[in-house]
């Protein structure tokens, strides 16, 4: 977003993006059909959407609102939801029998790390021993951009040798470190698929062999997925593994509601999720049983239960475990249909405290030292005691 364009304060606190994000798949068909082109097309789209979205959410008309802060924030839509939105317009005119356009996944040029990351299917080392790495579009390219665009040859790396950094496609990959000090000439920029704190980054130049090294023999089979509960083993590998991608999301959740603002608030992340995530001390996985699924993504059941902080126990956390799957999902490329088990207060004794001092407060009403900001803030809660 540009320096000069400041969102309204009506627009950062009341529009969800997650929510936002939905609402504008309904009407892809409809302004696919009232638009020229592409551009015409996300103008539209985003606009309408706006429009709905205030109306139904707050009982608001647009034309009520400032146009200028309308008008910026569609823009500011627009920019956000820029690839989402040719690939609504891409996937619609697939459907309709449109051409194809060249589909780049590049974001902005980058500085790499001495040694970068790439990894492989192992059917492919001897050729990549053999000829280096040479730009494609593959298979996992093609799925992952989906919607019929045909995709700029490209090779995909890490500029990290952290293994949590690492992409992850849930099989025994190659591992192949890349020395960039020995290809000065080759760009690389940012995988705009992935979030802006993430190390994932692409370039459309080939890479010599002499600067690639094997550093991990993959097996091509399914990373530690257990086929059959006797393996205890791997069941117990797969539960420490799950649970560290649970608290990982967790935690990558609490940091972007930190600063709720429109500017740096991640798209995959809802407010609602902010609303609860506070309230949560622990996710802690009890269970995984292996489902079989129509596609390629390795699918769980996980049991969980959930310890919490908060003197509200009457929280519905299902939401938020849809949305740490959504986000798991998208990042990890594994499905977790989360049940939950038990919910738990870690403070029991915080709990009732708080059952008896309300029960004092409807009993003895103003003798209680409750400040009058609070009781005129929620009435109800400071309520006189009639029972």
Request: glycine share 4%; aromatic share 12%.
């Amino acid at each position: 977003m540009s320096e000069e364009r400041k969102l309204s304060p009506f627009f950062k606190r009341r529009i969800d993006h997650h929510k936002f994000e939905k609402m504008m798949r309904i009407g892809i068909s409809y302004m696919y059909f009232e638009s020229k082109n592409i551009e015409q097309f996300k103008y539209k789209l985003v606009k309408a959407t706006l429009e709905n979205y205030i109306y139904y959410k707050y009982n608001i008309d647009i034309e009520e609102l400032p146009q200028d802060d309308a008008d910026y924030f569609i823009d500011y839509m627009i920019e956000t939801y820029d690839s989402l939105l040719k690939m609504y317009y891409y996937n619609e005119r697939k459907s309709r029998g449109g051409i194809n356009e060249n589909y780049s996944p590049a974001g902005k040029e980058i500085t790499p790390n001495k040694i970068v990351i790439h990894k492989s299917n192992p059917k492919v080392r001897d050729k990549i021993i053999e000829q280096g790495l040479k730009v494609r579009a593959g298979e996992c390219y093609k799925t992952y951009v989906g919607y019929g665009e045909k995709c700029i040859p490209a090779i995909f790396a890490t500029n990290s040798t952290n293994k949590r950094a690492l992409f992850d496609s849930t099989y025994d990959d190659d591992v192949w470190e890349i020395d960039t000090e020995m290809i000065p000439d080759v760009k690389w920029y940012k995988d705009k698929h992935y979030e802006s704190r993430s190390k994932h980054m692409v370039t459309f130049e080939n890479i010599p062999a002499n600067a690639i090294t094997l550093k991990h023999e993959g097996t091509g089979k399914d990373w530690g997925l257990m086929e059959s509960d006797k393996d205890k083993l791997s069941k117990e590998t797969m539960t420490e593994t799950f649970q560290d991608i649970v608290e990982e999301t967790l935690e990558e959740i609490k940091h972007g509601c930190e600063k709720i603002d429109a500017d740096t608030f991640p798209l995959w992340l809802s407010f609602d999720a902010c609303d609860v995530v506070d309230s949560i001390d622990k996710i802690s996985i009890v269970n995984i049983e292996r489902k079989k699924g129509m596609s390629r993504i390795p699918m769980f059941k996980v049991d969980v239960n959930i310890t919490f902080n908060t003197i509200f126990a009457s929280i519905d956390y299902d939401d938020f475990m849809y949305s740490i799957a959504d986000r798991i999902i998208g990042k990890w490329k594994i499905r977790l249909i989360f049940n939950i088990k038990e919910q738990e207060n870690s403070n029991k004794r915080e709990m009732w405290e708080y059952a008896r001092t309300l029960k004092n407060a409807r009993q003895q009403g103003s003798k209680l030292r409750f400040p009058k900001s609070a009781i005129k803030a929620n009435p109800m809660r400071f309520r006189p005691y009639n029972r």
